[in-house]
């Protein structure tokens, strides 16, 4: 079950815990990946120093290829794609400038790109919701750990964030740490 | 006895009430015009209050007391990312603005985490300038009480510190407030409302035992005159783009005029007693920009009050 509300904070400052508990969810729904990312534990120890998140990944969209977005036909003035789904439009267009170059690309209006190309486009990915998805939830982390803590190490996959972070060189024993946390959720 | 008050009103004929300030012997501090909204920040002498409130009530605007006015007070951040803006410490300098105070964010260059955490010596100037300076601390009460206190052990002016947990008292500070620290989101309940007003009750009470202790030896010039009479003789004061552009402390004024430029003709500034400004202050650079900073001799030191 998805419980993104619960977030577990660990310290021998039960004051502190519970504030940075009461932060951690207040930035995650800020940030709009409350639902994104869930089952969060955090040690956090300002003595030792170190900040150490554990959180699960939701899985996130499939990615999205130029086929998604819009259809190819061959037309005497070059390649014409008819867009159907504009919200990706910006993501397309960037895709076709790096592949043509700008020279060769004509937007005739919303719905409608013209290519200089005779050939077909590959149907490459333009936009990765996984990557988005990372960089929000990895911005939303930074701005839980305390700011001092500016030697990071961090592993994230498609299932899970583990993050680490200190004032001073990230000693191995936390490392260790984060390990088991990740074995007691079973990853 | 002058009185900090606060008018909120209309554009129109706020000027009545400008003038009856004037002549019951009071000071206009602030004036800030928005739209059609204007917002004037006034000293009246106690007994008259009533009459500016019948003026208040005649011309549909509203009259509060604001207990900060007549302050600068320094809102200390321990750097300006978004751990600590906009939440908590713009809420805060807003808050203490409502109530009067001239508030200026302070974000420091080492302020964050245990090892680095120090003042730079600028800043250390710059914070002794104002009236008070308000940490605005973390989560951990480790922090605040073993390491934090580093921050502003060496300042002058009283320390207000605030933070997550409870804790009755801070290392080398004027008072500790609990129940902020470190915030993703604004203040909107009952409770925290409570909490910033303990932080402006707090504040004004460091600030009252600093006036009760400037008048065991009083200024040798009233602040407020002194303000005036630079006002008229020095008009370029007036054309500074600045909404204030002479900031008043408890014992002096911050002056929004370049230093080089204006030294000379703001020590001759002259009483219609005979002293000029120099006699009853000391002019030096502010580490602000270029501003200057006035510092109002006691009666002790200048020999004489005007």
């Known amino acids: 079950m998805i419980d993104s509300e619960k977030v577990a904070v660990e310290s021998p400052d039960k004051q502190g815990a519970r504030l940075i508990e009461e932060l951690t969810s207040d930035i995650l729904s800020d940030l709009d990946v409350a639902h994104s990312l869930y089952n969060i534990r955090i040690f956090i120890d300002p003595d030792e120093p170190v900040f150490i998140l554990y959180g699960k990944l939701a899985i996130s969209l499939p990615d999205i290829k130029i086929s998604d977005v819009a259809t190819m036909t061959h037309t005497d003035d070059g390649l014409k794609l008819d867009i159907k789904n504009e919200r990706y439009v910006n993501d397309l267009l960037d895709k076709l400038v790096e592949r043509y170059g700008k020279a060769n690309i004509l937007q005739l209006d919303r719905y409608t790109v013209l290519v200089a190309t005779d050939d077909d486009i590959p149907d490459e990915t333009i936009y990765e919701p996984t990557t988005e998805l990372k960089r929000k939830v990895i911005d939303s982390i930074r701005r839980v750990a305390p700011e001092g803590y500016r030697i990071i190490k961090h592993d994230i996959t498609d299932d899970y964030v583990l993050f680490i972070a200190s004032e001073e060189p990230i000693k191995q024993e936390w490392i260790n740490q984060g390990r088991r946390l990740l074995k007691e959720a079973g990853l | ?306």
């Open chain 2, 1 to 306: 006895m002058l009185e900090p008050l606060m008018y909120t009103g209309g554009v129109y004929r706020h000027d009545e009430l400008m003038e009856l300030v004037e002549d019951l012997g009071g000071h206009l501090l602030q004036k800030n015009v928005m739209q059609l909204e204007v917002v004037l920040l006034i000293l009246v002498p106690a007994d008259d209050i009533s009459e500016v409130e019948q003026k208040a009530a005649e011309l549909l605007g509203t009259i509060t007391r604001a207990p900060l006015i007549g302050t600068e007070i320094a809102v200390v951040a321990p750097s300006l990312a978004y751990h600590h803006m906009p939440h908590p410490t713009c809420d805060i300098a807003e808050y203490l603005r409502r109530n009067g105070a001239k508030t200026n964010i302070i974000g420091l260059a080492r302020g964050v985490g245990r090892r680095a955490a120090q003042l730079t010596k600028s800043e250390r100037g710059l914070i002794n300038e104002h009236d008070l300076a308000l940490f605005i601390l973390g989560d951990f009460l480790s922090c605040i009480t073993d390491v934090k206190y580093q921050l502003y052990e060496d300042l002058d002016v009283p320390i207000i510190v605030t933070g997550g947990p409870e804790c009755d008292a801070v290392p080398y500070a004027y008072a500790y407030i609990g129940g902020i620290g470190r915030r993703a989101k604004g203040f909107h309940r009952e409770s925290e409302f409570a909490i910033l007003d303990s932080i402006v009750g707090m504040i004004s009470k460091a600030l009252d035992e600093r006036r009760e202790e400037l008048e065991k030896d009083p200024l040798s010039v009233s602040p407020f005159r002194l303000m005036d009479e630079i006002t008229q003789q020095i008009p370029q004061v007036g054309e500074s783009l600045s909404p204030t552009p002479i900031t008043m402390h408890l014992d002096g004024m911050r002056i929004k005029l370049p230093y080089d430029e204006y030294y000379e003709r703001i020590r001759n500034v002259k009483f219609i007693e005979g002293p000029t400004l120099s006699d009853v202050a000391e002019v030096r650079p502010s580490f602000m920009r270029e501003y200057l900073i006035l510092k109002i001799k006691t009666k002790s030191v200048a020999g004489f009050a005007l």
